[in-house]
């Protein structure tokens, strides 16, 4: 079985990478290509490599990247203007507003695609997208951006040879859409599992997970000289987080890696706590760093744990400090894998007991790197995406 994993990038992660390493712009594919899985942001190649582990051909296509999709293109003869990836990150609508829409994201997606703010790949960009179906033939595409590749070009792909189509989804999906294109649906979320199959769409829960080559590949450890650490995204989707931390802040010297997002107020704490953006490599460096790591899930997520840094920080066997999850001991056995926070006091009570108790704290987090390592890699996910596409 021949299979395609379609994916999309930050635009400040492109402008990053790109910007590191002059001239990688005007490299061959492969070259590109090797520089953008070699940076380790995101799943990388993680998926297609342990397709190809398990006897199927796979390759990965960045689809929002035009620097590196033009150069696919001229290799293969096709004409294409001279462009570059988006850099266009900020948010076009006032602070107060994306707070107050966020709950209604999934319904108003539809109108945000037509005027613009939402992502959306140009002409170019779909048909060298399609010259490259066509080119690789896959059995099988797993598409892991609905947003750029939205249903309606879903349906063009499936005309190419007829491949079984997963769509993976982490979010709430949007409303409108016409999903049945799809073989399976794939999420981490329950609740977004059964919203597909009240539609009559066969869906399944499928975690994210993390990379055991990521070990490997990563510098030598550095020295454990952040007490408390937050990696991550904040933003008008994350009220609670945004609440937590700035407790944190209040109380210890909080580490933030990752970007804020615009609207957050001047008065804020987490201005002083912002170290910088944490790009693959230094992303997992930083959480290394850490003798405690936070993590709060996305407000939409709801009752249900599952977001990729409950297995990234586990991974590289830094202490992770929950937030409570009905379904959290699933995936981490609650105190005994990773620690747990029901409040915000009780998150502030875990933070003064776990730093005041090295032995417990990397006992935690050695058992929690354990169950990563054994239970949720890349290894078995793509395992379990081959059994359910094999029963389709």
């Not at 070259?31 to 390759?59: C, E, I, V």
């Not at 993390?210 to 450890?221: K, N």
């Not at 993590?295 to 709801?302: E, L």
């Not at 699933?330 to 875990?350: G, H, N, Q, Y």
Request: glycine share 6%; hydrophobic share 45%.
């Amino acid at each position: 079985m021949r299979i395609l994993v379609l994916n999309a990038d930050y635009p400040r992660f492109l402008a990053w990478l790109y910007r590191g390493q002059p001239g990688l712009e005007n490299a061959p594919y492969a070259a590109q290509m090797a520089a953008r899985n070699a940076s380790l942001f995101g799943s990388a190649d993680f998926y297609s490599k342990n397709f190809t582990a398990w006897g199927h051909p796979a390759a990965e296509i960045h689809v929002n990247n035009a620097w590196l999709q033009a150069a696919w293109a001229r290799e293969h003869g096709m004409a294409v203007a001279v462009t570059q990836p988006s850099t266009n990150t900020g948010n076009k609508l006032p602070a107060w507003l994306l707070q107050a829409i966020a709950p209604f994201k999934p319904m108003l997606r539809p109108l945000a695609r037509k005027i613009g703010l939402s992502p959306k790949l140009d002409a170019q960009a779909e048909a060298i997208l399609v010259a490259q179906i066509e080119d690789f033939r896959p059995d099988l595409v797993l598409n892991q951006d609905t947003f750029h590749i939205d249903t309606a070009l879903m349906r063009r792909i499936k005309g190419i040879g007829k491949p079984i189509l997963v769509g993976q989804i982490g979010i709430s999906p949007t409303r409108g859409e016409d999903w049945s294109v799809y073989d399976l649906l794939i999420s981490q979320l329950a609740a977004t599992v059964n919203y597909f199959r009240g539609l009559g769409v066969r869906a399944e829960v499928s975690h994210l997970a993390f990379e055991r080559g990521v070990i490997d590949a990563l510098p030598a450890a550095p020295a454990t000289d952040i007490d408390v650490s937050f990696v991550g995204t904040v933003s008008a989707d994350h009220q609670q987080r945004i609440a937590l931390l700035e407790a944190v802040a209040d109380r210890y010297t909080l580490k933030l890696f990752g970007n804020i997002a615009p609207g957050l107020p001047a008065s804020s704490p987490l201005h002083r706590c912002f170290q910088s953006e944490a790009w693959g490599v230094d992303m997992y460096q930083a959480l290394r760093r850490s003798r405690i790591t936070l993590n709060s899930h996305i407000d939409m997520a709801g009752r249900e744990a599952g977001n990729v840094r409950l297995f990234e920080a586990t991974g590289v066997g830094t202490f992770l400090l929950t937030d409570f999850k009905d379904n959290l001991h699933t995936l981490l056995e609650p105190d005994r894998e990773v620690a747990v926070w029901r409040s915000v006091e009780d998150c502030i009570a875990k933070i003064e007991r776990y730093l005041n108790d090295d032995a417990a704290r990397q006992e935690i987090a050695a058992a929690g790197q354990r169950r990563t390592l054994a239970a949720h890699s890349y290894r078995e996910r793509t395992k379990h995406i081959l059994a359910s596409a094999q029963e389709l």
